[in-house]
């Protein structure tokens, strides 16, 4: 067990590099720069600028020099928040953003499990239609429609709940809500699919012949094994979960780490960008890889040596 | 069991989209009463909680260029010169000063009752360091270009001289004396711009780049820095050492970095915001149906313009074609019926209600309709084209929906007046900038312009073939003459009068078409008082107070929040 988790620590490295090169590269070549402006910089200024973040060596000195840095830990200052590191910027947002992003995902996992299981028990009955409509109905309406729609309805009009920004856990409701309702719906449908299945299964037909109990039934043998097509899908989640906190931290003004993700590539914010793609491609890694222990956990065939 | 509980889970399932639906059909009542109450903190300090778009990229005064940076700095720093609710100068750190007969050497008297928040006096030598700091290249200050007009100001900017040698110096603790290169009759309105403020040097010298921060950060302003989490808020408590303490209002500023205006547009309808520092153009007449306590709208010094590409065809070496592309337009249209936010058409480059000055108007401002579209295909024709060889341009803005629809609209109304084929062209804004300005491939661009201090030199000096910023590549030199001769008069009238030939020649050459001349839209509480809107949208907290009429039952507490 443990030579494998090392093993997938080794294979992570070669697929971080990549990720850096790539992303280095890339923002490289978009037009413009950190400090194109509507208001030009006078020319000596701009090049005492470059040369303080040193943008003017060459290209491929610059990439060295970040390999370095980050080697060390270092991500640099940011070009945009010129007060700011990229290190102070990442460990002030990602608590906020790992809070909402789990958060949505225990919500998703919870409802989505349950309901499934309930449409699965009632195949084929109104209830079951029910559900999966509304299911559908939550895949397909995407959270900068929800959002702002939810703001409107509970803040604006009814005031139960703030409109945005960070306080006490109120204004955790709605942004976990429609960051969490596609996802829920996901997995509701998915449950629902694998649930119908094995309670089909010769294994779950002996026990309903031995007489077990529903509420046994369902949760000592008949979830774990319809858990596992959910459980794959916990991967592509959390990437879900990063992209959609992109618009919902924006939405709702809350001061996480998705937002700098499209800011800093829109401010050409170098070290910032890379900073975040590098994070969360750690991240990323990290959540695949618990996802696998999973998968061993849940289904008795599955080893890893 | 399970029949109970996916009955009944079922039921609120399918509830929920009824609720919302239920919320939609409220959606012209105005917000529940009980949410429009201030927020006073339990200790009685009122609270003034102000929208600001996005965050403020630094809270260096010398390294700021944003506008959300200089509505902070505003409220914890307070230059030689400050400004009064309506915008005029009044005097800030100096109680008075007196200006030389050759109008080139400044003595500014310091109130020796001006305090940093550490308690230390401020002294001459806090300007005369701020100051060298703007200039210093080593700062990478974006603004130091403004302080040109003070001596040596240029060269310490370019690196061929020390900052040491710029034209200021202090006489005594509290006696400063600034020389410029030549008689800037705007001068004074710079002292009041986050450039020439001062600066703590021991405290700058001890945190560098992090002296901004909550704790290491000392400010001369009615306001101090307490608490600042990025992109969350930041703020701002009252200075205990400030001079005129009495005289200022709200107790603690909360800034909110909202980028998103509808975002911002529904929190103040929530009740969370007490100002916003805008309003989406969509929302602009439901406000002022609905909310005409709150609405505010003030003339702001700004224009919106089309600048041509004047090194390429097909503007090169072609005014009629520059003309008749603006005498096809019709600007009313525009404001009424795409802007729709109470804009100003504009004939002339410099805004109107600028200080001291009446901007010049095109020839054809007077004209009708009519005429103006029988003059542009005139000129259209004497440009070469026709219905058979139309004019085939790229017209470039950068991603907004505003700009698109105003896009939009210019394009067909040079279409069935002209005849010309436009093709739109969108682009990301660092993509768009630097295509401005390589002048490469750009033809017609959008551009605006805010005026960074109230007078006409501000919008005039952009269109200077030396200044940095001309994306149109527009040299013409009777109009640099006339602004090279306006900046070294002493004679104010004569002054105005070379401006006013210099943007009569602009509007002849017409490298730029103006559209409209901004006006700022805002909400503000009612009970929000002393609120004035001025021509540069400056507005400092502290001439902001509460009213204290809500009852103490109807005021949100702190612990809400």
Known sequence: MLAYAVKRALGAIPTLFILLTLAFFLIRLAPGGPFDAERQLPPEIEANLNQKYHLDEPLYQQYGRYLWDIARGDFGPSFQYRDLTVNQLIADGFPVSLRLGLMSLLFALFFGVMLGTLAALRQNSAADYGLMTVAMLGVSIPNYVLAPLMILVFA???????????????????????????????????????????????????????????????????????????VSFLGPATAGIITG????????????????????????????????????????????????????????????? | MIDFCSRKLLIVVLCLPLLAACGNGKQDEAPAQSRNAPLINKDGSTVLRRGNGAEPETLDPHRAQSVNSSNILRDIYEGLVS?????????????????????????????????????????????????????????????????????????????????????????????????????????????????????????????????????????????????????????????????????????????????????????????????????????????????????????????????????????????????????????????????????????????????????????????????????????????????ENPLEVELRYNTSEGHKKIATAIASMWKTTLGAKVVMVNEEWKVFLQNVNTKKVTQVYRSGWIGDYNDANTFLELMHSKFGLNGTGYSNPQYDAYLDAASHE?????????????????????????????????????????????????????HLSIRATAGAGDAQTAGMQ
Not at chain 1, 259 to 271: C, P
Not at chain 2, 524 to 538: D, L
């Open chain 2, 83 to 387: 400004e009064a609710p309506d915008g005029e100068l009044v005097p800030g750190a100096a109680a008075r000063w007196e200006i030389s007969e050759d109008l080139r050497t400044y003595t500014f008297y310091l109130r020796e009752e001006a305090h940093w928040s550490n308690g230390e006096p401020v002294t001459a030598a806090d300007f005369v360091y701020g100051l060298r700091r703007c200039v210093d290249p080593a700062t990478g200050s974006v603004y130091a270009e403004i302080l040109t007009p003070i001596e040596n100001a240029k060269v310490i900017i370019a690196g061929e001289a020390a900052p040491e040698t710029l034209g200021v110096k202090a006489l005594s603790d509290h006696v400063l004396e600034i020389r410029l290169k030549a008689p800037t009759p705007y001068f004074l309105g710079l002292l009041a711009h986050s450039s020439a403020y001062p600066a703590h040097q021991a405290s700058v010298e001890k945190h560098g780049d992090q002296f901004t921060q909550p704790g290491n950060h000392v400010s001369n302003g009615a306001y101090q820095i307490t608490d600042w989490v990025v992109a969350s808020h930041i703020t701002l408590e009252r200075n205990p050492h400030y001079w005129d303490n009495d005289n200022s209002g709200v107790d603690v500023v909360k800034y909110l970095p909202i980028e998103n205006a509808e975002s911002e547009f529904k929190r103040y309808l929530a009740g969370e915001l007490d100002m916003t520092s805008t309003l989406p153009i969509p929302q602009i007449e439901w406000a002022q149906k609905n909310l005409p306590q709150d609405y505010q709208k003030y003339p702001f010094l700004g224009v919106y313009y089309y600048g041509l590409n004047l090194t390429r065809a097909p503007f090169k070496d072609n005014p009629e074609l520059r003309r008749a592309l603006s005498l096809a337009l019709d600007r009313e249209i525009i404001t009424e019926k795409v802007t729709r936010g109470d804009q100003i058409p504009a004939y002339s480059w410099v805004p109107p209600g600028v200080s001291d000055y009446q901007p010049a108007e095109a020839s054809f401002a007077g004209w009708s309709r009519e005429k103006r579209i029988e003059e542009a295909r005139r000129l259209y024709r004497e440009a070469g084209y026709s219905d």
């Open chain 2, 490 to 542: 002493s004679d104010i009238n004569r002054r105005r009068e070379l401006m006013h030939q210099a943007e009569q020649v602009l509007l002849e050459d017409m490298p730029v078409i103006p559209i409209y001349h901004y006006v700022g839209t805002r909400l503000v509480k009612p009970y929000i008082k002393g609120f004035v809107g001025n021509i540069m949208g400056h507005f400092y907290s502290k």
């Open chain 1, 245 to 305: 906190s992109v618009v919902i931290e924006t939405i709702f003004g809350i001061p996480g780490l998705g937002r700098y993700f499209v800011q800093g590539a829109l401010n050409r914010d170098y070290t910032l960008v890379m900073g975040v793609v590098l994070f969360y491609g750690m991240l990323i890694i990290v959540f695949n890889f618990i996802v696998d222990l999973l998968y061993a956990w849940l289904d008795p065939r599955v080893k890893y040596a």
């Open chain 1, 156 to 230: 604006v009009y009814q005031g139960w709940l703030p409109a945005g920004g960070l306080g006490g856990w109120q204004n955790y409701v709605m942004p976990v809500l429609a960051l969490g309702t596609a996802m829920m719906a996901y997995i509701a449908r998915l449950t629902r699919g694998s649930m119908i299945e094995v309670l089909r299964s010769n294994f779950i037909r002996t026990a309903r012949a031995k007489g077990l109990p529903l509420r046994l039934l369902l949760f000592r043998h008949a979830l774990p094994a319809a858990m596992v097509p959910v």
